[in-house]
Structure formats: structure tokens, C-alpha cells
């Protein structure tokens, strides 16, 4: 897996097109950004769960290797921000904006 920079040059008239404001876009690019975040934490918080000790002793921490390893393999990934700008340009999101709908049912009655 190919570590990604961090810091892309994003053409703002690029991620506003889809919803026709750039904050409409933003909104929805950071609550996808937020949801892949608590799946990956859940993720995360689950495989480190299997390698709980009760015991407290310091040499035990530094001792277990696995844990290391997998938080590390967390962090390397790309961030949730990233994969959800990517997500949002390729059209794979899909979402609704709620004053939309709202009209939409008021103009049905």
C-alpha cells in the first residue's frame, strides 16, 4: 500500500460542483470523513481488544510487539478526510440535503 501525501492541491470548483455550494460539498465530505473514522477507530479499539492483559506491569507494554504493529498500520493509512474527498469526486456518495427533501414533501401534500 502506497502512502499518499497528506497535503493535495484540490480544485475548489471541482468539489463544489456536485452540490453547486462548496460548503454544501464540505458538509457532506466531513460527515463521510466522520463515519469512515469511527469505523476505522471501532476497527482499531477490536483488534487491540484481543491483546488486553489485566496485568499492569510497564515490561509487558513494551513487550508486546503485535499491538505496536497494528497501530502503526493505522497509521499509515490514508486519512478519512482524504478518502472521502476521494469518494466525493469519483461519485461514489450518495446523499440528500434535508431542506430539499423537506420542500419535496411539502410541495407532495
Do not use: H, W
Request: hydrophobic share 35%.
Amino acid at each position: 500500500m502506497a502512502t499518499q501525501p497528506s497535503i493535495i492541491t484540490r480544485d475548489v470548483e471541482k468539489i463544489a460542483a456536485p452540490t453547486g455550494n462548496i460548503y454544501k460539498s464540505v458538509v457532506v465530505i466531513s460527515k463521510r470523513a466522520r463515519q469512515i473514522s469511527v469505523n476505522l477507530k471501532e476497527e482499531l479499539n477490536n483488534k487491540l481488544a484481543e491483546f488486553a492483559t489485566t496485568v499492569d506491569n510497564l515490561e509487558e507494554v513494551f513487550e508486546n510487539r503485535e499491538q505496536i504493529e497494528i497501530s502503526k498500520f493505522y497509521e499509515r493509512m490514508p486519512k478519512p478526510t482524504t478518502t472521502a474527498t476521494e469518494e466525493f469526486l469519483e461519485g461514489k456518495l450518495n446523499y440528500r440535503m434535508r431542506e430539499v427533501a423537506a420542500a419535496e414533501e411539502t410541495k407532495a401534500e
